[in-house]
């Protein structure tokens, strides 16, 4: 199995900055493209940024270009998310995902990390 852990959430005040740091952990054989999703309350969960194995493509929601970099370290199994010039509209739980195999005969499967609370305030 595998499991992400996410952390770095809080309190921001607007226009701020924070950042969130994903690790991949378990009996890990590859992992392909990891990812940022984000639920605000009352609505469906959105798609933050992605980012592929080889960090060669990467991907942002309209929302948050210019304001938010995705990044990872292979070497560490790990997925961040750099967050500035924070609105109060990017509220949400912050949920990281990634494509995970087990094994070099095993099937890609999409892991989801529990969520940290991401809350932009004065």
């Known amino acids: 199995q595998a499991q992400l852990v996410e952390s770095g959430g809080g309190l921001v005040q607007p226009g701020g900055s924070l950042r969130l740091s994903c690790a991949a952990s378990g009996s890990i054989f590859s992992i392909g493209t990891m990812g940022w999703h984000r639920q605000a309350p009352g609505k469906e969960r959105e798609l933050v940024a992605t980012?592929?194995?080889?960090?060669?493509?990467?991907n942002y929601a309209d929302s948050v270009k210019g304001r938010f970099t995705i990044s990872r370290d292979n070497a560490k199994n790990t997925v961040s998310l750099q967050m500035s010039s924070l609105k109060p509209e990017d509220t949400a739980v912050y949920y990281c995902n990634a494509l995970i195999v087990l094994d070099s005969r095993g099937s890609w499967r999409n892991y989801w990390g529990q969520g940290t609370q991401v809350t932009v305030s004065s």
């Open positions: 980012i592929t194995s080889g960090g060669g493509r990467i």
